[in-house]
C-alpha cells in the first residue's frame, strides 16, 4: 500500500517551510556558525500572520489578490504531482504542461502586485524577474519533452509516478542530466543563489526581495510559503526522475520524500555556501547552461 496522495500533499504542505531551514542551518555549518534553528520559518510565518495589513494608497485590489493566488496556483501545482511515487490528486493528459503554466501564472501575478504600487524600484525587480523567467521556463519544457519521449506520456503521473519505468539501482545518465538541469533551474526560480540571494538588501542586486517590498503581514506569509513550498515541489521532481515509480510501503514513500526534502534544503545551502551570487549579466549565462544539460537529456532520449 502506498501512501496516499491526499496524506503526501498535506506532508509537502507541513514540511515545505524546513526546506530553508535547513538550507540556512547548512550554511551556517560552512561559516562557522550556530545559526538559526530549522523550524525558524515556521516562527516567522506565524509571527507575520498575526500581524496587520498595511496596504499603499496607490495600490489595487491586484495587490491584495496576488498573494492568495500565487498560493494558490502553488498549492494546485503540487497537486498534479505524484508525490506519493503512485498517482496525483489531479491527473489528467497534458497536466505536465498545465504545472508549468500554473507557475507562471503565480509569477505573473505577483509581477502584476509589484507594478500595482506605482514604483519604479519593484518596476525594476519585476523587469529581472520575467527575463530570468524567461529563459528558465525553456529548461522546464525542454525537461518535459525528455520525460515524455521516455514515458509515452504528458501526464506527470506517468512520467514521474506509477507509470514510469521501475528504478532498477542503475540511473539513466538521461535522468541525471534532467535531474541537475531541474535542480539548477529550481535555483532560479525560487530566488535563490547564484540568481537572486533572498538575504540581500542591496538596492542594484534585488530581484524577487524587492518585488515584495510593499507586502506585509499574512501577505507576506503566504509569500515566503509559497517560495518554500516551491522548493518543496522541485526537490520532489528531482527525486522521481532519479527514482521513478511506486516505492513500496507508506512508511517507505513517507521517508523517500522527506529524504528529499533534507537532500535538497542541504544541497541549497551547498550551493550558497560555496558560490556567490552571479553579476546579472552572467544569470541568462547560467540559466541557458542549466537549460543546455536537460536538451543534452533529451538528445540522449532521442538516441
Wanted: net charge neutral; with cysteine; charged share 10%.
Amino acid at each position: 500500500m502506498t501512501l496516499s496522495p491526499v496524506v503526501a500533499l498535506l506532508l509537502l504542505g507541513v514540511g515545505a517551510p524546513l526546506i530553508p531551514g535547513i538550507t540556512t542551518r547548512t550554511k551556517a555549518v560552512f561559516a562557522g556558525r550556530r545559526g538559526a534553528p530549522v523550524w525558524q520559518l515556521y516562527a516567522d510565518l506565524w509571527k507575520l500572520w498575526r500581524r496587520g495589513l498595511v496596504y499603499s494608497t496607490t495600490t489595487t485590489w491586484v495587490f491584495r489578490l496576488a498573494p492568495v493566488i500565487l498560493a494558490a496556483t502553488t498549492l494546485v501545482a503540487a497537486a498534479l504531482l505524484p508525490l506519493d511515487g503512485s498517482t496525483a490528486i489531479l491527473a489528467f493528459a497534458g497536466d505536465a504542461v498545465a504545472f508549468v503554466y500554473l507557475l507562471a501564472l503565480g509569477r505573473f501575478v505577483l509581477v502584476l502586485a509589484s507594478l500595482d504600487t506605482g514604483s519604479s524600484f519593484e518596476g525594476m525587480g519585476a523587469s529581472r524577474e520575467v527575463a530570468f523567467a524567461s529563459i528558465a521556463e525553456v529548461g522546464l519544457f525542454v525537461t518535459i519533452a525528455g520525460l515524455a519521449i521516455a514515458s509515452h506520456s504528458l501526464s506527470l503521473t506517468l512520467m514521474l509516478g506509477g507509470g514510469a519505468p521501475q528504478a532498477t539501482g542503475r540511473v539513466p545518465a538521461s535522468a541525471v542530466l534532467f535531474a541537475v538541469s531541474v535542480f539548477g533551474l529550481a535555483l532560479a526560480e525560487c530566488s535563490r543563489v547564484p540568481v537572486d540571494d533572498p538575504a540581500t538588501h542591496l538596492e542594484l542586486t534585488m530581484v524577487h526581495e524587492v518585488m515584495v517590498l510593499d507586502n506585509s503581514g499574512p501577505d507576506l506569509a503566504l509569500i515566503l510559503y509559497s517560495s518554500a513550498l516551491k522548493l518543496g515541489l522541485f526537490a520532489a521532481i528531482i527525486l522521481a526522475i532519479l527514482f521513478p515509480g511506486a516505492r513500496g510501503s507508506a512508511w517507505l514513500s513517507l521517508g523517500v520524500l522527506l529524504s528529499g526534502f533534507v537532500v535538497m534544503g542541504v544541497a541549497v545551502g551547498v550551493v550558497e555556501s560555496m558560490i556567490a551570487r552571479l553579476r546579472l549579466p552572467r544569470v541568462a549565462l547560467y540559466l541557458a547552461g542549466a537549460s543546455a544539460l536537460a536538451l543534452f537529456g533529451l538528445i540522449l532520449e532521442l538516441q
